[in-house]
């Protein structure tokens, strides 16, 4: 069992293939976190724990001297009030206005397997569970510390339940999922932040004393800090050395820090955004907090990365399509706009015959009276002005021509201007009578409130039930400003952010249930929303709306820090693009593009004859390479934030097969000598190139690598291996 009590030295030891948690009962029942880290043998850890009295460091009740503070114990999940004052993991508040709260072990229990997480997305087929009730014995109050193992992973799955057996209602007024305390100061911080067409950039700098942090306080995950951060010793790389991360499954507001203490030792935690949050619990309830999701490993950023994709590949969302390839899409935005109407989609749609796509998908304009971006939204019903027959005939057509339809909405918003907002502008996100912002013009409909999620679950099922849709693209297209509910008390108010989620989770799994067959994509402004939550219920995630293959190369690499390839969704765009009006080679945009769920963002009857040829090669490419997109394991060879280039690849697991890719950005003067170093192969195989028209040992390939040809601005190469015995 990877779980371990032994209650000799009343310590739990948390074993995952390469990695230990150890943590054991510290004096008057306090959690001492003891080690995280390569796995060692079931040591007596408890005698690493410094004990010498620091001034200001106050003694808790009862404590046996002036050596035992919680100021200095590096624990579990910290609260406030008993003297610890870094950050706390949970804070309450009581009837009488009483925020102390002092948790000691009560009990604990070691599961098969995993428990669900009711209303909110978790990983599922843990190999087991620790649950740890801690308890305030003042009050009454419990959390119940969740630890689920995914051993071949090398991955912890965290959570929190608190339970109000107060008999009294009490307000939660931070409940954070996990806490870590590493008893060293020598880390770096890795972090993705971006904007909108510019998202998860990489950020590197050192810890310093005090708080560092990254949220978001948007109402979403947000393009501009993604909920995933890095602890990592100054001297890793892709390839060596330690790190600690974390990510959260969760779609709302957010924070990850590290707070560097005066004795050197680094509080990591990350939760529910604290910032306006508060939850009333009645007597007897709980309130669960998101699932954290932390790996440890010596072997560098990219394995840590291969963890999370390899986690969330196998665990993560009940989809039908969670480990098979995507279809290839074609999307009209960028090739119409809001400007079609039934004859321009029929020659779009007549035009990818026989090109090898699988989906049409119609995105924006096609309801209400959507002719631009300033109405409409709410109004789910098919906009006659532009399409007189409905969906039926576009429909058809695409049958006709061998693909499957799908469609946009962005069932999270309205437009002032619309018949929903109309009837109901009670069910918009704002304080009546108050000036409110709008965001692209258009306001966020009140989830939090039930009759707003009803009414999404009947006009989404209304569409989805009456026409033959494989596929939804679902965006988000502003943040939640002027956060108040018309449906929730005073005292709820600051409820409203995490209600919200908990009902667009509820929306999404409804769906999920009732149309197991068609494939949500999730959007946001591109990757505003790119998290764990959101691929629960949508496998894949317009990486951007930077459709730019040499921006795609740095947004696509940070992403990979955490998602696996297949939950990015990348077309080919035209040229000159349309965000940055680079000219790029057709081929290295479809090399780009497949790196991830491929699919084209552009207008085919603008393309030349050769290039419509072309498109059939690359749809023939992808199909061969698409089980690598989706089971191999990705290698980031040359990091685009650090070269002139960029280089990755995909090796089956068998290491049979790989596809590995290197675009040149600026060509440099001088042609220096550059190498290809390829990774995961089998040293002592020999690989067939097949752009080279040549067969390579492994060990060849991996040390002393391929010679890159002269390469000029934005050109590429790819190379797709084949295992010859
Ligand atoms: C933003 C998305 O990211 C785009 O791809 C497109 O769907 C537009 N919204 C439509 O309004």
Excluded at 588 to 596: E, Y
Aim: net charge negative.
């Amino acid at each position: 069992m990877p779980i371990t009590y032994v209650p000799e030295t009343r310590t739990f030891f948390l074993d995952t293939e390469n990695t230990s948690l150890v943590f054991g009962l510290y004096d008057h029942d306090y959690i001492h976190s003891q080690y995280w880290g390569r796995r060692i043998h079931h040591a007596d850890l408890s005698r690493l724990l410094r004990v010498c009295a620091s001034g200001f460091s106050p003694n808790y009740p009862g404590a046996p001297d002036r050596e035992h503070s919680l100021d200095l114990l590096p624990t579990e999940y910290p609260v406030y009030g008993g003297g610890d004052y870094r950050s706390p993991a949970l804070q309450v508040e009581f009837p009488d206005g009483s925020r102390l709260l002092d948790l000691k072990y009560k009990s604990h229990a070691i599961l098969d397997g995993k428990p669900a997480l009711p209303g909110l997305p978790h990983l599922d087929g843990a190999d087991c569970t620790l649950e740890l009730t801690l308890c305030d014995e003042y009050s009454g109050l419990e959390a119940v510390v969740c630890y689920s193992l995914f051993e071949k992973q090398d991955v912890i799955a965290r959570s929190a339940r608190i339970l109000n057996k107060t008999g009294a209602p009490l307000t939660v007024t931070r409940a954070l999922s996990a806490s870590v305390d590493l008893p060293r100061a020598d880390l770096e911080m890795i972090g993705l932040y971006g904007t909108h067409i510019r998202e998860r950039q990489l950020d590197r700098t050192p810890l310093r004393h005090g708080i560092q942090s990254v949220e978001s306080r948007r109402g979403a995950s947000s393009h501009q800090h993604n909920p995933f951060a890095a602890l990592a010793a100054k001297d890793t790389t892709e390839q060596a050395g330690e790190v600690y991360a974390a990510t959260l499954i969760y779609s709302g507001n957010f924070v990850i820090s590290a707070e560097v203490d005066c004795f050197n030792s680094t509080r990591f935690q990350l939760g529910i955004n604290p910032f306006d949050f508060s939850w009333r619990l009645e007597p007897d309830e709980a309130f669960v907090t998101p699932e954290a999701v932390l790996t440890y490993t010596d072997r560098g950023l990219n394995r840590m990365s291969q963890n999370f994709h390899n986690v969330f590949k196998h665990h993560l969302g009940h989809t039908e399509i969670r480990n098979k390839p995507r279809p290839i899409v074609i999307n009209n935005w960028e090739a119409t706009y809001f400007d079609f109407d039934e004859e321009k989609l029929f020659g779009i749609i007549d035009c990818c015959k026989g090109l090898g796509i699988d989906t049409f998908v119609l995105d924006d304009g096609w309801f209400g009276q959507r002719n631009n971006d300033c109405c409409s939204l709410g109004d789910w019903v098919v906009n006659t002005g532009k399409l007189p027959r409905g969906l039926d005939s576009i429909i058809e057509r695409c049958e006709q021509n061998g693909l499957s339809f799908g469609l946009w909405f962005e069932p999270e918003m309205v437009s002032e201007d619309s018949d929903l907002y109309r009837a109901h502008p009670d069910w918009a996100i704002h304080k009546e009578g108050r000036p409110f912002c709008t965001g692209r013009s258009q306001l966020v409909l009140d989830l939090a409130n039930p009759a707003v999620l009803e009414y999404l679950k009947k006009a989404l099922s209304a569409i989805l039930g009456s026409h033959r849709i494989s596929y939804v693209k679902w965006d988000m297209n502003r943040h939640i400003t002027d956060a108040y509910s018309a449906a929730l008390p005073a005292c709820r108010q600051p409820e409203i952010y995490h209600r919200y989620m908990l009902n667009l989770y509820a929306l999404l799994d409804f769906l999920n249930r009732e149309f197991p067959h068609v494939t949500i994509e999730g959007c946001s402004g591109g990757g505003g929303r790119f998290d764990a939550g959101m691929l629960y219920y949508m496998p894949q995630t317009w990486t951007s709306d930077d459709s730019d293959a040499i921006e795609r190369l740095k947004i696509q690499y940070g992403t990979s820090l955490v998602y696996p390839p297949q939950c990015m969704t990348a077309h080919i765009s035209a040229s000159p693009n349309h965000q940055m009006n680079r000219v790029t080679p057709y081929v290295t945009r479809a090399r780009v593009a497949m790196s991830a769920s491929f699919g084209y963002e552009l207008n085919p009857l603008h393309l030349t004859d050769e290039e419509r040829a072309e498109i059939r090669n690359q749809t023939a490419l992808y199909k061969r390479i698409a089980p690598l997109v989706v089971e191999g394991d990705f290698y980031r060879l040359i990091s685009p934030f650090e070269a002139d280039g960029c280089a990755w690849m995909f090796v089956s697991p068998d290491r049979r097969r790989a596809f590995a890719i290197y675009v040149q950005k600026l060509s440099k003067p001088a042609w220096p000598q550059d190498r290809l170093r390829l990774q995961g192969l089998d040293p002592d195989a020999r690989y067939r190139i097949e752009e080279l028209d040549g067969v390579f040992y492994g060990d060849e390939l991996m040390y002393a690598g391929l010679a890159l040809p002269r390469l000029f601005d934005f050109e590429s190469v790819s190379y797709t291996l084949e295992r010859l015995d």
